[in-house]
């Protein structure tokens, strides 16, 4: 097992609401629990440019701001995140997992907000070192069972349309129909205990 987490870039996405967060710090203390250097981080975050396009991002006093900006400052933090702790914890030979990566702002700017997929992982190719982690495990959840999840102030991307959410969702299950080898779906409306047990499963499995 050690040997199938070390060194791997493993990425844990899906619409707002579907646990993500939770889902990362279990699998965070799991694979360190296997003896394996582990670091997490968010994204978009973690470094201090990250935090502060974060701000501008889920501000909700930002309300205007349009798709292409959002993909564009995404895009910007995720660059820098790369640059100053992702690929260095590669390098060493860590395993990093990540709340959200480039396949958020696939299904939030790119279909939902009708940016284009494409567009936004070329944008990711030209620049990012690395636009597909070794695992993404998308964690599909429907808007009902999300909302009463978000017991909280919401912030300005959470704050949008159901419509708009409704197409996020579609976005992530569009995104894994045309990439079936580097996304996985899992049903995330399960309690936490068996989502878990899910993800440690495709994680074991290296898919």
């Known amino acids: 097992m050690k040997d199938r987490v070390a060194g791997k870039f493993i990425v844990l996405d899906g619409p707002d609401g579907c646990g993500k967060s939770t889902q990362a710090r279990l699998l965070r203390d799991w ?5 394996v250097e582990v670091c997490a981080y968010r994204d978009p ?3 201090v440019v990250g935090e502060k396009i974060r701000e501008i991002l889920l ?3 930002h ?3 349009a ?3 959002e993909v564009l400052l995404y895009m910007a933090a995720r660059a820098q995140l790369w640059k100053e702790k992702i690929g260095p914890d590669l390098a060493a030979g ?3 997992v990540m709340d959200r990566w480039i396949s958020s702002t696939c299904a939030y700017q790119g279909y939902a907000g009708g940016f284009g997929i494409e567009k936004v992982i070329q944008l990711g190719t030209d620049c ?3 636009v597909w982690p070794d695992v993404t495990i998308i964690l599909d959840v429907d808007r009902d069972t999300a ?7 919401l912030d300005r991307m959470e704050q949008k349309s159901n419509d708009y959410q409704e197409k996020v969702r579609q976005g992530f299950m569009k995104l894994t129909e045309m990439f079936p080898e580097k996304l996985v779906l899992l049903d995330a409306n399960q309690n936490v205990e068996k989502v878990h047990k899910q993800i440690i499963e495709t994680v074991s499995a290296g898919k």
Do not use: K, Y
């Open 45 to 47: 975050g973690t470094t």
């Open 94 to 96: 860590h395993c990093v």
């Open 128 to 130: 990012l070192e690395r």
């Open 63 to 65: 309300d205007p701001m």
């Open 67 to 69: 798709d292409n900006v």
């Open 31 to 35: 694979i360190g629990q296997q003896g």
């Open 59 to 61: 501000d909700p006093v």
């Open 147 to 153: 909302m009463t999840r978000m017991d909280r102030q």
